[in-house]
C-alpha cells in the first residue's frame, strides 16, 4: 500500500524529528572529506556527463522536424501564459540587464565608424564586451 501523501509527508517528518542526535553522530563519523572524494573521481563524472550527453544527443536526433513542429505547436496555447507568469522574473532581469547593455552601446558607439575597418572593431567590441558581461545581470 502506498500512503497518502499527507500520511508520508508527516511521517517523514515526524521521525526526522527525533533524529537530530543520530544526524549529527553520522556526519561526527566521516573521516574523509566527501567533497575531496568526490573530487578525486572527476573522471568518473566526466565519463558520466559525457555518456548522459551522448544519450541527449541520440535522443534528440530521433525527433524529426515534423515531431517538434506537431508538439510544439500543441503546447502554444500555453506560451503567452506562462510569459504572463513569468513578468516578475523578466521584469527583474530586464532591470538588471538594461543599464549594462546600455553601457556597452554607449562605448561600441563612441568608437570610430568611418570606415569598413572601423565598423569591424565596433563589432568585434560589442561582441568582446557582450560576452564579458554575461551573467552580469546575476552579480
Known amino acids: ?3 497518502s501523501v499527507d500520511r508520508w509527508v508527516k511521517k517523514q517528518i515526524d521521525r526526522v524529528s527525533v533524529a537530530g542526535d543520530d544526524y ?8 574523509e572529506a ?13 565519463k558520466r556527463v559525457q555518456e548522459m550527453v551522448d ?5 534528440l536526433q530521433a525527433v524529426s522536424l ?23 522574473k523578466i521584469r527583474k532581469f530586464v ?14 558607439r563612441a ?3 568611418m570606415t569598413d575597418a572601423d565598423r569591424e572593431k565596433r563589432m568585434i567590441e560589442n561582441l568582446r ?8 545581470w546575476m552579480r
Open 55 to 59: 544519450y541527449w544527443k541520440k535522443r
Open 129 to 136: 564586451r557582450l560576452k564579458k558581461a554575461k551573467g552580469a
Open 111 to 113: 568608437l570610430p565608424d
Open 24 to 31: 549529527i553522530a553520522g556526519i561526527d563519523s566521516v573521516t
Open 95 to 108: 532591470s538588471a540587464w538594461q543599464p549594462i547593455l546600455a553601457d556597452i552601446q554607449r562605448a561600441v
Open 34 to 46: 566527501p567533497t575531496v572524494k568526490a573530487a578525486e573521481k572527476a573522471d568518473k563524472y566526466i
Open 66 to 88: 515534423e515531431e517538434w513542429k506537431s508538439a510544439t505547436k500543441a503546447k502554444a496555447d500555453r506560451f503567452p501564459d506562462g510569459v504572463r507568469k513569468a513578468e516578475d
Open 1 to 3: 500500500m502506498v500512503l
